[in-house]
């Protein structure tokens, strides 16, 4: 499978980019996971919109689901001209009714809901996910398909289960939003420290950091990971496409 960074930054895009999303695909079967600000300006350098198969979001903060709105205006566009095979399907938890009803609109996109506790079998891929500390209900997710597994912490401060729950993983999504200093301080997010430990322990291949922060110089987050993972480790390289 391939995944390409879209957008790496948590809480809000830096300047011309896009908050913390990525494109995953194999088999010709596209999928976007989260979709926050920027992001369906910057995913289409990658994909046309009419060709991605499915959405998925972690949690609804703004940040993961804010072009929620503008690409179900795209995908109403796209309906208009026949251009795009509608609905487009965007799966997310239903804790948060309002929010989880949103992801249907005008029969354009339709909102399917998935469950801490249940495989979802998501075109080429198998879908489990891991309720994350994080704010509000958040769920990582792990694709797995032919051996091969790529993993997304989400949003989250660190949480013992997340190391099982990464156990192998090829390619490891893992959010390091916080500086060392604001372990603690800043609640519901990880270090880069933290990130590598994850990495480390879950036995993962490669590491890339993402939902970093604004402030400061993320250099330091990515020597942290680093120093704590003897696996590869860089910050998600935006448009680069890995390969699993
Ligand atoms: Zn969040």
């Not at 499978?1 to 809000?12: D, K, L, Q, R």
């Not at 995913?43 to 690409?71: C, F, K, M, P, R």
């Not at 891929?125 to 990582?140: G, R």
């Not at 880069?192 to 939902?211: C, I, M, P, S, V």
């Amino acid at each position: 499978m391939n995944v390409t960074p879209i957008g790496i930054w948590g809480g809000y895009p830096n300047k011309n980019e896009a908050t913390s999303s990525f494109l995953i695909e194999q088999e010709g079967f596209r999928c976007l996971v989260d979709c926050g600000s920027g992001v369906l300006a910057a995913v289409q350098n990658y994909t046309s919109l009419n060709e991605l198969d499915a959405v998925i979001i972690s949690h609804y903060h703004a940040d993961h689901i804010a072009d929620i709105g503008v690409l179900q205006h795209a995908a109403m566009v796209g309906m208009q001209l026949k251009e795009w095979n509608v609905p487009l399907l965007i799966y997310g938890h239903d804790r948060d009714r309002p929010e989880f009803e949103k992801l249907s609109y005008k029969g354009v996109t339709e909102g399917r809901s998935v469950r801490a506790e249940e495989t979802l079998q998501l075109g080429p891929w198998e879908v489990t996910f891991c309720e994350t500390i994080h704010p509000v209900y958040c769920l990582a997710l792990r694709f797995s398909s032919k051996g091969k597994t790529v993993v997304f912490t989400a949003d989250t401060e660190w949480k013992e289960e997340l190391v099982g729950f990464s156990e192998g993983a090829d390619l490891l999504v893992a959010e390091s939003n916080l500086y060392e200093k604001y372990i603690g301080i800043i609640k519901g997010h990880m270090s880069g420290k933290q990130a590598g430990e994850l990495a480390q322990r879950a036995g993962a291949k490669h590491l890339l950091l993402t939902h970093l922060p604004q402030y400061g110089n993320v250099k330091e987050i990515e020597e942290a990971a680093a120093g704590a993972f003897r696996g590869g480790v860089e910050i998600a390289r935006i448009g680069h496409t890995y390969n699993v």
